[in-house]
């Protein structure tokens, strides 16, 4: 038996699956172990290691029998693994810095070990669940968490990486969001320096940092005002939203309009099958769901008749996601490896 291996490496916890050559997965749902990739990268391989012999248990498999890794991680990192010199939000340790994870686990695992950053994992993965393995679709993935991230996935399962490993970071594409109704005066400024990118709009760190200071600040008796901190109030707004508050709908409609507009923009460059959406934002009961995505077609502009019906799914398995696509690639290495 030969399979392929998806290590989804997130900030506390890294997540398995195991996939077989006949492309079913061999795990339901999560199998998680703890990341600590705060003890920096020495520690967290030998967990990855340790966690995957746990997983191939659970998931009836044995180690001799994974013949490649996927590995997928929060960026940024070059499109090989060598995660960037600078640092960054997950990897903070000193020794991660410029660290070759990809390499690294290949050494520690002894298999060979393909990378993917968490967001083309996740689009991928989700172009799988939506067109099948043997597809010749394009879709486009955007993953709403703290950040944006996404993907682009092209025919054959081809995940557009970039020269330096930044294809499909949607988040830093400019929208023009003075078009959004009834959000005159906003200045969404993203961490990257522009001022009205995707994930300026529509990211956790957009609803804290610019569009629920702006409604509240137009509404003085709302609940939210009297929370404990922007970052307190921040998260408590995608539960208000699903219960109807008028308010926290407004936040999300401000972001379901600029991925709209997003969504057009790809429509124009790609002519792409379908778009997906996923992420913690919209990890909610199907109504609001349905909802959130009736507002990203109806912020998106007039399309021409032949593209009206453009397909717009939820992310299926978001929580497996990073762990699937990764399989999903390294399975694809390992049938052209042969
Ligand atoms: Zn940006």
């Known amino acids: 038996m030969r399979v392929a291996a998806g290590v989804d490496l997130g900030g506390t916890a890294i997540n398995y699956t195991f996939v077989d050559e006949e492309s079913h997965f061999l795990i339901d749902g999560l199998f998680e172990h703890p990341a600590k990739s705060k003890e920096g990268p020495a520690v967290c391989l030998q967990q990855i290691a340790d966690g995957l012999a746990l997983a191939a ?3 009836g498999v044995t180690l001799a ?12 990192a070059s499109s090989d693994g060598v995660l960037s010199a600078r640092g960054s939000t997950n990897f903070v340790h000193a020794d991660w810095a410029g660290f070759d994870i990809r390499h690294g686990l290949e050494e520690k695992l002894g298999r060979r070990v393909v990378y993917l950053n968490d967001g083309n994992a996740a689009a991928l993965w989700g172009h799988v669940a ?16 703290t950040g944006l991230g996404g993907g682009v996935i092209t025919p054959g399962n081809a995940v557009v990486r970039g020269r330096r490993g930044f294809g499909g970071e949607l988040g830093h594409v400019l929208v023009p969001y003075q078009s959004i109704a009834g959000i005159e005066g906003m200045r969404p400024e993203c961490n990257c320096l522009r001022t009205g990118d995707l994930e300026s709009l529509c990211s956790l760190t ?13 509404d003085a008796n709302h609940e939210l005002n009297r929370s404990a901190t922007p970052h307190e109030a921040a998260k408590r707004v995608r539960g208000l939203a ?6 926290c709908r407004r936040v999300f409609q401000v972001q379901a309009h600029a991925l709209g507009l997003f969504f057009d923009e790809m429509v124009n460059v790609f002519d792409p099958d379908a778009f997906i959406v996923g992420g913690g934002a ?4 199907e ?3 349905q909802w959130f995505l009736d507002e990203i077609r109806a912020g998106m502009p007039t399309q021409r008749r032949e593209q009206q019906d453009i397909p717009i799914h939820i992310m299926p398995n978001g929580d497996c996601a990073g762990a699937r696509g990764a399989a999903i690639e390294a399975l694809g290495r390992l049938r052209t490896a042969g």
Do not use: C, K, N, W
Request: proline share 7%; glycine share 10%.
């Open 57 to 59: 248990s659970r998931a």
């Open 65 to 76: 029998d994974v013949a490649m890794v996927g590995l997928d991680t929060p960026g940024p």
């Open 130 to 145: 939506i067109f099948g393995p043997a597809t010749d679709a394009t879709s486009i993935a955007a993953i709403i968490g």
């Open 206 to 218: 957009a609803i804290e940092r610019t569009i629920l200071p702006y409604f509240l600040a137009r």
């Open 242 to 247: 699903e219960r109807g508050d008028a308010l």
């Open 282 to 285: 919209i990890e909610t009961g």
């Open 287 to 289: 109504a609001f769901q």
